[in-house]
């Protein structure tokens, strides 16, 4: 268990819904980082946030926005959803003691989007 | 389920034998790296770092070593075993930046 926890683990929609997928880091982590992963691109770094700011930002598209609350929860939300949105969002977290380039990062088990 | 490309490199190996996955990277610059195994159905786990002003460190049963000269990353597993069976990636962080770049992964198959 990384101590990262990520709802919902699945979740079925259609074509131009909307959804809200939610990450808790684990505790004392101040980043949270989004990735995509499908089939046919691997991992996908979309948006991280640090202590409730944007620090970085991947190849995330404009339908998708992302934000991370005081109690450093974060949610990516999806909309105007389409066929090929369906993939894994692993959200992860890390200290980020030292600057950008220390720490490993912990990822939660994923949530499952399918669009249909 | 699945978790990674349709395109994985496949690395086959026989339980016991050491494995060696490897990776490039194309930033000079990079000073940081990491490995992670990702296991079917799971989000990636750590499994060793590296900095660049070392050649090699080691963990348990696994090692990295890294040539900067022509910028490539390798992990090796030694006495490879049933719960190795993973896909494997390298990251790194952009310099400067809180961006982590994962690299396509390599499947290990391990074969009893």
């Known amino acids: 268990d990384s101590g990262v926890t990520q709802t919902p683990k699945h979740l079925i929609t259609a074509t131009g819904q909307r959804v809200t997928l939610r990450c808790s880091p684990r505790s004392g982590d101040l980043s949270v980082y989004w990735y995509q992963q499908s089939l046919d691109q691997g991992l996908q770094f979309l948006i991280q946030?640090?202590?409730?700011?944007?620090?970085a930002k991947g190849n995330i598209l404009e339908r998708f926005s992302a934000q991370q609350f005081p109690d450093l929860h974060s949610e990516l939300n999806l909309s105007s959803l389409e066929l090929g949105d369906s993939a894994l969002y692993f959200c992860a977290s890390s200290r980020q003691i030292g600057g950008p380039n220390t720490g490993e990062l912990f990822f939660g088990e994923g949530s499952r989007l399918t669009v249909l | 389920g699945e978790s990674v490309g349709l395109h994985l490199p496949t690395l086959s190996v026989q339980e016991g034998d050491n494995s060696i996955i490897n990776c490039a990277y194309s930033?000079?610059?990079?000073?940081?790296f990491i490995w992670y195994k990702q296991e079917s159905g799971k989000g990636p786990q750590f499994i060793i770092d590296i900095r660049s002003n070392m050649d090699k460190r080691q963990g348990q049963r696994v090692t990295v070593l890294l040539n900067k000269t022509v910028k490539h990353l390798s992990l090796q597993i030694a006495a490879t075993q049933p719960g190795d069976s993973a896909v494997y990636f390298c990251?790194?962080?952009?310099?400067?930046?809180?961006?982590?770049?994962f690299g396509t992964g390599t499947r290990l198959k391990v074969l009893a």
């Open positions: 930033n000079s610059a990079s000073d940081y």
């Open positions: 990251a790194e962080p952009l310099s400067g930046t809180y961006k982590y770049i």
């Open positions: 946030y640090y202590n409730g700011e944007e620090r």
